[in-house]
């Protein structure tokens, strides 16, 4: 197959470059004049294929990474800073204000989406209005955990008044595939629970962070927010050897995680929140609604290219409807439409890392030559962007495509007469995340439902693989992730339960009368939240 070019709608021309020539430390959008990166996009703008130059972005080195540390210890100062110990009904305030200038971006940040990662147009507007929507559901649940709290419990003559506290100075590093949501998810509740952020974006989906800075700058405390520019190992690296950060949040692979926890001189101290890769697979039983089945795999294997985390990686179907499931499920493949971001209809889109077509091709020839087929017509043509998903049957243990995670469009389909294979597969496996359970019969899926919840931690009954809706739990075991990410316990990851306690007397009775009284003190509160 070859690059499609189509007349680029001048809606979503490049008509000048983006030359991010800031970064914010300190409350100050710092001007920089040092070495920059060019930053291309793998889609064409013109008929003979070429990348296009969206524009450039600073490469800060040690020190701008360390001053930008220096500036999120000095707003948390000890616990003294004015965001740590700032009521909550301010920093609400000001997250609230920062929402309402991040939507007046909303086209902007849209279109270097498709132009930076190669998401199409309904997906990329999809995940600007989630990640807003994100930050309303998460000053809601922020309001709720505090009207819980405002109150004094008694026990064994003790009173307490508990409430959650921040934890300190927080590094956050986002992933390319959803460069604004799922950094967001990250980012949002470590901050309006009162940690200063040191925030670096994502390699690729780098330049749409830019129309919120101002947005950044300008609505929270000098110092709570940092966004620096740069390689993660030079920036991250002296960051965590400074022993100064109190929690890494990362959505990335367990090797980068594992690499940056090993330099921070003190682990114990180090909180972790992390959403990391998965190997998530389907299990199609032999009285599955193959019409269903096959619909729902295709997209959990091919949204945005099969470049997520909670995308179907691995497709186990039962025996006796195999070959039948191949046939319907690579018409469906093929008749996908490839195109550019923008055009109407455009499932497949332009991979932006200019090197996963070629590691894709790779999964493909390993698969072929240890005795795997394609199943699909169109799988395996590439063009300079692109390469069309493979159906790959049958496929074995073997096989680099059945044990690496491809985090792109290349699909393994593997037989099974057992259900102990799947079960033994996923028992054995790094990741633990999701999976994906299609049939319909009540005797065979009640067992498989109460072994598939001990090895991943959801179980998706004839649906594909997703992470949404945001108030319900998103995590992993083993290699999968750390810590979970749904908008209430969110919150509750980057933060500790702190109270004070004091002896039922007269004494302190009255100091606390006179504390609630007076309203002297933003954490001994009793003021409900509307």
């Known amino acids: 197959m070859t690059t499609t070019f189509s007349e680029i709608p001048e809606t979503y021309k490049i008509k000048s470059l983006l030359h991010q020539k800031t970064y914010l430390v ?19 703008s013109t008929e003979n294929y070429k990348p296009t130059l969206l524009g450039t972005i600073p490469q800060l080195g040690e020190k701008e990474a360390l001053d930008a540390l220096n500036s999120a ?11 740590p110990t700032m009521k909550v009904i301010d920093r609400i305030a000001c997250m609230e204000k920062f929402v309402e200038q991040m939507k007046t971006k909303r086209e902007e940040v849209v279109k270097l989406l498709m132009w930076e990662i190669g998401k199409n147009l309904p ?3 999809k995940e600007f209005d989630r990640t807003v929507d994100y930050i309303y559901d998460t000053i809601e649940a922020y309001k709720q955990i505090d009207r819980n709290s405002a109150k004094f419990e008694k026990n064994s003559g003790v009173y307490a008044h508990i409430r959650r506290g921040p934890l300190g100075v927080v590094l956050c590093l986002g992933p390319y595939n959803y460069p604004l949501n799922e950094t967001f998810t990250l980012l949002i509740p470590a901050l309006i ?11 690729i989906g780098v330049l749409l962070i830019s129309p919120l800075l101002e947005a950044f700058q300008n609505s929270f405390p000098k110092g709570a927010v940092n966004i620096v520019y740069g390689r993660g190992r030079v920036l991250a690296t002296p960051i965590m050897q400074s022993g100064k950060i109190d929690v890494l949040a990362l959505i990335g692979n367990s090797k980068s995680a594992n690499a940056l926890q090993a330099q921070h001189p003190k682990g114990n101290r180090l909180r972790m929140v992390l959403g990391l890769e998965a190997k998530n697979p389907a299990i199609v039983l032999p009285h599955a609604d193959l019409d269903l089945a096959v619909e729902e795999c295709i997209a959990g294997t091919l949204s945005f290219n099969g470049q997520r985390c909670t995308a179907l990686k691995v497709l186990y179907v039962h025996e006796s409807i195999v070959d039948e499931f191949n046939k319907r499920f690579s018409e469906k493949v093929d008749a996908l439409k490839f195109g550019n971001p923008w055009e109407t209809g455009v499932k497949l889109t332009p991979l932006p890392e200019v090197e996963k077509p070629g590691y894709i091709q790779e999964l493909i020839d390993d698969a072929l030559e240890k005795g795997a087929k394609k199943q699909n017509e169109k799988g395996g043509k590439t063009s300079e962007n692109f390469i069309f998903p493979a159906v790959l049957y049958p496929v074995t243990k073997d096989m680099r495509v059945f044990k690496e995670e491809q985090f792109g469009p290349v699909i393994p389909v593997v037989p099974f007469k057992n259900i102990d294979t799947p079960l033994d597969d996923m028992a054995e496996s790094n990741y633990g995340q999701q999976v994906s359970l299609f049939g319909k019969d009540i005797d065979t899926l009640s067992p498989l439902i109460d072994t598939l919840v001990n090895l991943v931690c959801r179980v998706n009954l004839n649906s594909s693989c997703q992470r949404g809706p945001d108030v319900y739990p998103f995590t992993g075991r083993k290699d999968s992730a750390y810590g979970t990410l749904s908008v209430h316990d969110a919150l509750r990851s980057f933060s500790i339960r702190t109270f004070v306690a004091s002896k039922d007397n007269p004494y302190n009775n009255a100091i606390l009368k006179g504390l609630l009284d007076k309203k002297a003190s933003n954490f001994i509160s009793t003021d409900y939240i509307l």
């Open 123 to 125: 997906d990329s507007e």
């Open 73 to 83: 210890c000095s707003a948390y100062d000890k616990g003294k800073g004015l965001w």
């Open 26 to 44: 300190d409350g100050e959008l710092k001007q920089w004049e040092g070495d920059t990166a060019e930053v291309y996009s793998t889609i064409s």
């Open 193 to 203: 629970m009162g940690n200063p952020v040191i925030f670096k974006p994502a390699k």
